[in-house]
């Protein structure tokens, strides 16, 4: 072949040559400029509540503050229901729900299940809490004026809300205990455990069970809404204060998230201002004018008492 001909096409395959080298180098440098993700853009903050309301209910104030959370944080932010206090405890423990609104006795069992849980905040509500035990009509109870006096329910049919539930369980117990009644022997039969305060209140007013025990802020919503029947159920006794409800967020948080994020969760929570319209509408979904930051130490009572009641062991 000539050497003419040969010319040409050596230079047509350095070309070649050439353009793939730079292309190969302009993708190089492409994905070298690519921007960094930020930690947590693209996940989803899954957070919970123990089910101690109706499911609607709960949906509705859950939703809410998912809404306000996305908004404030910049993050997606799913409401994900449980079945039961069991499984809030359970599904935060293997990491399938970030933060939990969980009352004072599933917050230690989950803190003690799951080393390295934040604790966010309370409402000011928890920071001294009530149960409030409630009679039929029908019984004939009268108003008490102290624990001690508690001692009227022994033969009665009782029931408790759930029996992982620290206002409609665990500290109505620990009262009951004060005034020398052991719940599985002093009542007339097992005592019963409705699964939540709104269906305790609907059992005692059915006259299924002659007394209950429930969340205060439960009970004082029903009345206020007028969907308690007060001709047939009353209440005949408020308990001591003590401390709650409160959000607990898992020990990865921060690593999903992004350094800090636990702080920015507390953070968002306590700036929720009751003078702000919006604001204000999902506190009172929450039954408070403000939540505070709070402490594990806040919750060594409860401990103390689940341990005596063998709910923790």
């Known amino acids: 072949m000539p050497t003419s001909c040969r010319r040409p096409r050596a230079a047509l395959l350095l070309f070649s040559l050439l353009a793939l080298f730079a292309a190969a180098c302009g993708n190089t440098t492409s994905k070298a400029a690519a921007p960094a993700v930020a930690p947590g853009a693209n996940r989803t903050l899954r957070i919970s509540a123990i089910p101690d309301q109706d499911p609607a209910k709960l949906a509705t104030i859950n939703q809410a503050?998912?809404?306000?959370?996305?908004?404030?944080?910049?993050?997606?932010?799913?409401f994900v229901p449980v079945?039961?206090?069991?499984?809030?405890?359970s599904l935060f423990k293997t990491g399938d729900l970030d933060m939990v609104f969980f009352g004072g006795l599933t917050g230690v069992q989950a803190r003690l299940q799951t080393p390295g849980a934040v604790l966010i905040a309370q409402r000011d509500i928890d920071d001294a809490f009530q149960s409030v035990f409630i009679a039929n009509a029908a019984a004939g109870l009268q108003?008490?004026?102290?624990?001690?006096?508690?001692?009227?329910?022994k033969g009665k049919r009782f029931t408790f809300g759930s029996e992982s539930s620290t206002s409609g369980r665990l500290m109505p117990e620990y009262f009951l205990d004060q005034a020398g009644i052991t719940s599985d022997k002093d009542f007339s039969g097992p005592p019963g455990y409705s699964g939540s305060h709104d269906k305790t209140?609907?059992?005692?007013?059915?006259?299924?069970?002659?007394?209950?025990?429930?969340?205060?802020?439960?009970?004082?919503?029903?009345?206020?809404?007028?969907?308690?029947?007060l001709s047939k159920v009353n209440e005949i006794f408020t308990t001591p204060s003590y401390h709650d409800y409160h959000w607990i967020a898992g020990p990865n948080t921060n690593q999903r998230f992004g350094a800090g994020f636990t702080?920015?969760?507390?953070?968002?929570?306590?700036?929720?201002?009751v003078n702000d319209p919006?604001?204000?509408?999902?506190?009172?979904?929450?039954?408070?004018?403000?939540?505070?930051?709070?402490?594990?130490?806040?919750?060594?009572?409860?401990?103390?008492?689940?341990r005596k009641l063998k709910l923790i062991t």
């Open 65 to 78: 503050m998912a809404t306000y959370l996305a908004g404030r944080l910049g993050v997606k932010v799913e």
């Open 83 to 89: 079945t039961d206090y069991a499984a809030s405890v």
């Open 263 to 273: 702080d920015k969760l507390t953070g968002a929570l306590t700036s929720l201002d």
């Open 201 to 229: 209140i609907d059992l005692v007013t059915a006259g299924t069970y002659d007394a209950g025990a429930l969340n205060l802020q439960v009970w004082k919503t029903r009345k206020e809404k007028g969907t308690v029947d």
């Open 143 to 153: 108003p008490l004026n102290d624990v001690q006096q508690l001692s009227v329910l």
């Open 278 to 306: 919006e604001q204000a509408k999902l506190l009172g979904l929450y039954g408070a004018k403000s939540f505070i930051p709070t402490k594990a130490e806040n919750y060594r009572e409860i401990e103390q008492i689940g």
